[in-house]
């Protein structure tokens, strides 16, 4: 079975609008157009079996809907799993928490570029102590990302301070632990307590000797495969990972 971890979606409504406004942004192509309709006809196209939604409450107001959408699709898809969201800046974190792990959601997206805190920041206790209290895992996009191209938010240096504050938490750093900062993660992150999953590894070049060597010295438990989608082709994802040299069994 082939579960890809990353991937993105929106309401449909909201899909018009955001996905040709962030790949302006970007300057990088969309795989698809961002709606649920839309990656399940990707899955089928790339026998992709599974694949986890990070939704993401860039701000306060947000942070209901999001979560709303997400409990909708856990409700009526038996091949998508949607994640939650908690944003640092929110008046009922602890209360959201609880109603998304009452909902059966077990994990929560972070983006601190886009929440505009470092992952670091004291705002972001109060997200992975209710992650902590409920049992719940959070994913959090770490390193580069085009949206603040002169200052990253989640570094592996922060990720650390985080760990070390929080030595119980569940926690997933995308991008192979931050993207374009490998040696950071290789030195800081590499054997800890935390998961990295694929997703943009193959986009910015992350030589595959690196990434075999930071998967060989990794819990191989905690190494998930993602994508990104629809910002990269799960298929694509899927090649550079099968093109690694790692034994059949990792």
């Not at 670091?120 to 770490?142: L, Q, R, Y």
């Not at 085009?146 to 938490?169: A, N, Y």
């Amino acid at each position: 079975m082939l579960i890809d971890f990353h991937t993105h979606a929106f309401p449909d409504k909201v899909a018009e609008k955001a996905i040709p406004k962030l790949a302006g942004i970007g300057g990088i192509e969309a795989y698809g157009d961002g709606t649920v309709s839309g990656i399940i006809s990707r899955m089928d196209e790339w026998n992709v079996d599974r694949a986890v939604i990070l939704n993401i409450a860039t701000n306060p107001k947000q942070q209901t809907n999001v979560n709303n959408f997400a409990i909708e699709i856990n409700r009526t898809s038996d091949r998508l799993y949607a994640l939650g969201s908690l944003n640092p800046d929110s008046d009922c974190i602890k209360e959201e928490a609880r109603r998304l792990r009452d909902a059966g959601i077990r994990g929560v997206k972070i983006h601190p570029d886009y929440m505009e805190r470092t992952i670091d920041d004291e705002k972001f206790d109060a997200v992975f102590a209710a992650c902590v209290e409920n049992d719940m895992f959070a994913v959090t996009h770490s390193g580069w990302d085009f949206i603040s191209p002169d200052f990253i938010h989640c570094t592996p240096e922060r990720i650390l301070k985080v760990l070390q504050k929080f030595p119980s938490l569940k926690l997933v750093a995308a991008h192979m632990g931050a993207c374009r900062q490998w040696d950071e993660v290789e030195r800081l992150l590499i054997g800890k307590n935390i998961w990295i999953e694929t997703s943009l590894a193959p986009i910015f070049d992350l030589d595959k000797a690196q990434c075999a060597r930071m998967i060989k010295n990794h819990d191989p438990n905690k190494i998930l495969f993602g994508s990104d989608f629809p910002w990269y082709r799960s298929d694509l994802e899927y090649e550079y990972v099968d093109s690694l040299e790692l034994s059949d069994e990792l």
